[in-house]
């Protein structure tokens, strides 16, 4: 399991890396491989949108199932992924690299505080694979 | 006898969910209601229920008792008896897609073809398999339209044309959900052209419903109302009479994003509450958003030519409270009695279909016209199905239709304020040129009396 040290996590298994202001957000490595392939990406907002932390900002679909991804904190959208939806298999192969999903200006720094660091998410991942 | 659980196990589910007794669980019946009294007959044998039935059974008249002149929104077409002896093989003799779908390949098959065939005659991409009848499936369009925007398009157009059923069935649906549905009370006139819509279209607005035909019959060609709704940022949804496909231009062709409609026309008889079938078709790049079942082709891994359901992640099953509907059932059978009518009449066999229907409507209604004291209102395009206006109340004139063997046609006054006396009467290939004869002479006695 890839869980890369310099990002922040939810319990929802989304990651965010932090640069200056802003915020890269995608889906961990642990969530694509309890999805299995997927098969489908739709990212929801569009560039400018405000968001609050907990917000649907994507669905991914795999051959077995169907997830939301959440919004880590709250952020107005800079980027979206636009090369994702016709290539979705990449958040399989590369969850931290290719696979992001959108980018934002951070609006509430402080909710950084309320996800895990990687050994917190590693040990949550654990006790779920129990 | 078979006890599904003892007294022990329903202790032990009481005690899990807090309760004691069953009965605390009918609490939010009111008392009045929770246990009437049934004021039933002694039982009977099996012998009497069946004279009994019977009995109820032939108080009825039915379309092939009558000489029927009744449509709107179901219609009397010849089914040839191949569509009920495929659709009566034990094989295929069930009302839903099989739990373990993939085993029964013939069944996925004929729903692939169904699907294809649909599509093909509304000229959309994709095609479910399908919803209960023409009224769901508008209501399955509204909730798709609502979900593909997020909530944030909350208004749904309804044409006030649009069959009154349908509409009903739609606020049900939606009756405790944000979604507004406009349009039909008063805010246009059901009688003008559907560009008479395009006012009501507002950047608000998911979604407008119009018929192809209307309610009355007309036919209208929806590419300027098409282009209204797009550029409002909305989406078209066109229900339609599947047969008048057979001759019209396909609603995809006027830019609709999702067509319904009741597919009863193809090879589905008559009954008085359903089964009915659902048409439901859309483009593409809506397919996620689409409720239903769907069969795609594949090849399995002999390189063979294979059947399964396919985007299941998209349903209900799968997505839970997420889902866009949650409707997974589906009308199989009904589906499979339109793919078996549709194949054996084929392209050329349906548009022959869909041509007498036309014309003998035509001839009806010209000969209805040339009658003192009737007149047709139907000036614009229509199919198989025309309004006229009565010398008296169409109860009256369907009365005196009756006695004659003759099932009138559907009174809009019923439906529509300022259309008292007028009667929406449908003529389809099962109408002789004498059963119109006799229609016409018989509504001729009536502006006599």
Known sequence: MNIPSDLKYTKNDEWIKVEGSQGTVGLTDYAQDQLSDIVFVEIIPGEGEDLSQGDTCATVESVKAAADVYLPVSGRVVAVNDSLPDTPEVVNTD???????????LTSPGELDDLLDAAAYLEFCESRLV | ??????????????????????????????????????????????????????DL??????????????????????????????LRRGEFFTAYTPYQ????????????????LIAGLTGMDVCNASHYDGATA??????????????????????????????????????????ILTGDNGEADPLEEPEALIPLVDGQTGLVVVGYPDFFG?????????????????????????????????????????????GQPLGIPLSYGGPYLGLFATRQEYVRKMAGRLVGETVDNRGQRAYVLTLTAREQHIRREKATSNIC???????????????LLGKNGLRQVSELNYHKAHYAAE??????GYELMSHETFFNEFVVQCPQPVAEINAHLLEHGILGGYDLGQDYAGMENEMLLAVTEMNSREDIETLVDVLAEVSND
Request: hydrophobic share 45%; aromatic share 10%; net charge negative.
């Open chain 1, 95 to 105: 969850p931290y690299g290719k696979a992001w999903l959108i980018r934002i200006e």
């Open chain 2, 1 to 54: 006898m078979y006890f599904p659980h003892t007294e022990a196990d329903r202790e032990a589910m009481l005690r899990t969910i807090g309760v004691q007794r069953i009965t605390d669980l009918f609490q939010s019946v009111p008392a009045a209601q929770r246990f009437p009294k049934l004021d039933l007959p002694p039982a009977m044998t099996e012998m009497e229920i069946l004279a009994e039935l019977q």
């Open chain 2, 57 to 86: 059974a032939w108080a009825n008249s039915t379309a092939r008792d009558l000489v029927s002149f009744l449509g709107a929104g179901a219609y009397n077409h010849y089914i040839p008896a191949a569509v009920d002896a495929i």
């Open chain 2, 101 to 116: 779908p993939e085993i029964s390949q013939g069944t996925l098959q004929a729903i692939f073809e169904y699907q294809s």
């Open chain 2, 138 to 179: 508008v209501a399955e369009a509204v909730n798709m339209a609502y979900h593909h925007f997020r909530g944030k398009k909350p208004r749904v157009v309804l044409s006030p044309a649009l069959h009154p059923q349908y509409r009903e069935v739609a606020r049900t649906y939606t009756a405790s959900s944000p979604i």
């Open chain 2, 218 to 262: 007309r036919m209208y060609d929806y590419s300027a109302l098409a282009e209204a709704v797009h550029q409002a940022g909305g989406l078209l949804a066109i229900s339609v009479n599947p047969m008048a496909l057979g001759l019209f231009k396909a609603p995809g062709e006027f830019g609709a994003d999702i067509v319904t409609g009741e």
């Open chain 2, 329 to 343: 059932t589906n009308q199989g059978l009904m589906a499979l009695a339109a793919v078996v009518y549709l194949s």
């Open chain 2, 367 to 372: 000969s209805i016209a040339a009658l003192p």
